[in-house]
């Protein structure tokens, strides 16, 4: 065997090795607090925190075995599930309600959802708390911040997923039911380890569709709308905003965009950065609706000292999306 032969043959043995850690290590992460409950049998109520009256397990989707929340019950919290700080987490609640104000009967249900603030529907809301069992939440111009709750507004089990990060100091995540006086049906619940948008920020293209923006709030005049190839897009009107995402100050990072302005005074996407204690310290302007129609990127951008999240902000612009990486 040639020296080039050997060579190479030790370059494949290194490139095997690398990729098979990168798949243990992928691996490995995803295994860390993935938690997959399945309501197809009676047993599965062991995974609820002391089940009360109106709880119970039932056949209803088509005959499909799931957990059922009678209209009066208050709240329904699944037992208190592993996490590690500032690690961005999926959940995916498979679930159906029992309401006249659903999708299925009214299409204006999004607006309405989004006017009112998600106030009157079936909910799911995800608390944390540390090791001694106090909540934990991230604050936002000094004021604390949870992780925005799913509206379940759908007659039939649809999949309705939030991505988020857990705070600074969280231990452990709890799932909240609340069918605020409907009937709430729930199928499966999945929470892992996010590891496909491959981005800092959260949802970053809206890929799971126009029930399920991740805290993405259009605004005034805004909103989620598919389109015929079936890609999920946002409106924003004026202030439009992104959820939080954490950031080091130390760090860099790069910015990518791609959108349509709607307006005479042009469109914007800006990202603002703030302390721990949710103090804004300021903002970075990003791009004008010009520079986004063929997709706009901006790089190496530092955040503020003193900066721990960051928050990405559009005005009159129609997004494809928004996607922050780290350099």
């Not at 209209?71 to 609640?93: E, N």
Request: proline share 4%; net charge positive.
């Amino acid at each position: 065997m040639s020296c080039r032969e050997k060579q190479l043959e030790s370059n494949m043995k290194f490139i095997y090795i690398i990729t098979t850690l990168s798949f243990v290590l992928l691996a490995s992460l995803i295994a860390e607090t993935s938690v997959d409950i399945k309501f197809d049998s009676d047993q599965a109520i062991k995974h609820l925190e002391a089940p009360g009256p109106g709880v119970t397990y039932g056949k209803i989707l088509g005959g499909k075995s799931c957990l059922v929340l009678k209209s009066d019950v208050g709240s329904q919290a699944i037992r208190s599930i592993p996490v590690k700080p500032l690690q961005k987490y999926k959940m995916t609640i498979r679930a159906a309600v029992e309401s006249a104000e659903t999708i299925e009967a009214n299409d204006r249900i999004s607006k309405i959802m989004r006017m009112s603030r998600g106030k009157g529907f079936a909910t799911c809301e995800v608390k944390f708390f540390n090791k001694d069992g106090h909540e934990v939440t991230f604050k936002l111009y000094g004021h604390t911040r949870g992780t925005a709750p799913v509206r379940i507004i759908s007659q039939k089990a649809i999949d309705y997923v939030a991505v988020f990060y857990a705070p600074a100091r969280a231990e452990s995540l709890q799932i909240l039911f609340e069918p605020r006086s409907r009937m709430l049906i729930v199928e499966r619940v999945i929470v892992a380890p996010e590891v496909s948008e491959g981005t800092v920020n959260c949802n970053p293209d809206f890929r799971y569709g126009d029930f399920s923006l991740c805290g993405w709030n259009p605004g005034a005049e805004g909103g989620a709308f598919k389109l015929p190839n079936g890609a999920t897009v946002l409106k924003c009107g004026e202030g439009g905003r992104g959820v939080r995402f954490p950031v080091d100050d130390s760090a860099k990072y790069s910015f990518h965009c791609k959108g349509t302005d709607y307006s005479d005074q042009g469109g914007k996407v800006m990202v603002s950065f703030y302390n721990s204690k949710g103090d804004q310290l300021g903002s970075t302007h990003l791009f004008w609706g010009k520079d986004m129609v063929k997709g706009g990127s901006k790089k190496n951008i530092q955040p503020l000292p003193g900066s721990t999240s960051a928050v990405i902000s559009a005005s009159k612009v129609i997004l494809e999306y928004v996607k922050v990486t780290a350099d």
